[in-house]
């Protein structure tokens, strides 16, 4: 699976994969995203694999495989 989209609503973060799945994490998992403004949240690079996302300014990384965490709770995008 590889990193098509990622985005933001008030609370989560969402990536969309190639496969189609949607998957969504509470920004509070991610401190570092969750005290970030608007603009600094959406000035990332997908990975060359296109399996994590990077925030050169928040020195923050995640993996696709960290949005699969199943010891938390997921959540999902409404369409």
Known sequence: MK????WFDENNIYVVT????T???PLAWFKRLQ???PEQ?????IGPE???????????????????????????ARI
């Open 3 to 6: 990193i098509d989209k990622v």
């Open 18 to 21: 190639d496969s189609g799945h």
């Open 23 to 25: 998957i969504g994490n």
């Open 35 to 37: 005290n970030a403004s």
């Open 41 to 45: 949240r959406y000035n990332f690079e």
């Open 50 to 76: 296109h399996d994590s996302v990077h925030w050169e300014e928040l020195d923050e990384d995640l993996s696709l495989e960290s949005f699969f965490d199943f010891n938390r709770q997921l959540n999902y």
